[in-house]
């Protein structure tokens, strides 16, 4: 089984600050990762997923993060926030071949100017 | 390009009433999923289907039951509502490990 754990559960940031949010997750077996974000009153949209390969993962909007196996991290994160970043993203995981993925709890960014 | 389609996006329910969440996608994808999404908790699996003919279990799928149509449709019915199901929905589908594609939501309150 997985699980993820996402350590904030609000950040606030002024704008143009980097940014970095924090999820750790635990399997017994392989995983894929997945950062969504999630704007008021919508669903969630894919901003990044790690498969394999390459550990630094480029998504959209400008944010990137970084698979650590041996920190069992991915955490996601931007140089330079802009006020439209302001959202709640949450983090997931899969175990290699099933089809469930397992999400943390969320983060919401605050973006202040 | 719609993607996921979830209906309706609002409804409000008397405990005891029953109804169904619709939800269609029109991208070919074989696996569908609906979660749950209440504050502080994240999302939920309630059920999911890997593939037409088949549905699972997740974490949550006390008072729910789901129909899965054809390849394009998964249904979630709530039998006999109660307050503790006062939550806002999604339905997904996914082909592969390629990420889920959500719908816009469902928000359901019981009285």
């Known amino acids: 089984a997985q699980s993820v754990t996402q350590l904030d559960s609000q950040v606030p940031v002024f704008e143009e600050a980097p940014v970095e949010l924090r999820c750790n997750y635990s399997?017994?077996?392989?995983?894929?990762l997945f950062w969504y974000v999630q704007y008021p009153n919508q669903g969630l949209q894919l901003l990044l997923k790690?498969?394999?390969?390459?550990?630094l993962v480029k998504g959209i909007n400008g944010f990137e993060a970084e698979f650590n196996k041996s920190q069992t991290s991915f955490h996601l994160r931007k140089p330079s926030v802009h006020i439209s970043d302001t959202a709640e993203y949450f983090c997931?995981?899969?175990?290699?071949?099933?089809?469930?993925?397992?999400f943390g709890t969320g983060t919401r960014l605050k973006v202040l100017a | 390009n719609a993607g996921v389609t979830q209906t309706p996006k609002f409804q409000v329910l008397k405990t005891g009433q029953s109804m169904t969440l619709q939800c269609a996608q029109d991208?070919?994808?074989?696996?569908m999923y609906w979660y749950r999404q209440d504050p502080g908790m994240g999302l939920r699996l309630i059920y999911y289907?890997?593939?037409?003919?088949?549905?699972d279990k997740g974490e949550v799928p006390n008072g729910y039951n789901v129909s899965r149509l054809n390849k394009r449709e998964f249904s979630l019915r709530l039998e006999s509502a109660a307050p503790s199901q006062t939550s806002v929905y999604f339905c997904?589908?996914?082909?592969?490990?390629?990420?889920?594609?959500f719908g816009s939501g469902t928000r359901l309150t019981v009285v």
């Open positions: 289907s890997a593939s037409e003919g088949t549905t």
């Open positions: 997904a589908s996914s082909e592969r490990d390629y990420g889920y594609t």
């Open positions: 991208m070919n994808h074989n696996s």
């Open positions: 997931a995981v899969s175990g290699l071949g099933t089809y469930k993925y397992i």
């Open positions: 790690y498969l394999s390969g390459s550990t």
């Open positions: 399997s017994s077996v392989s995983v894929y």
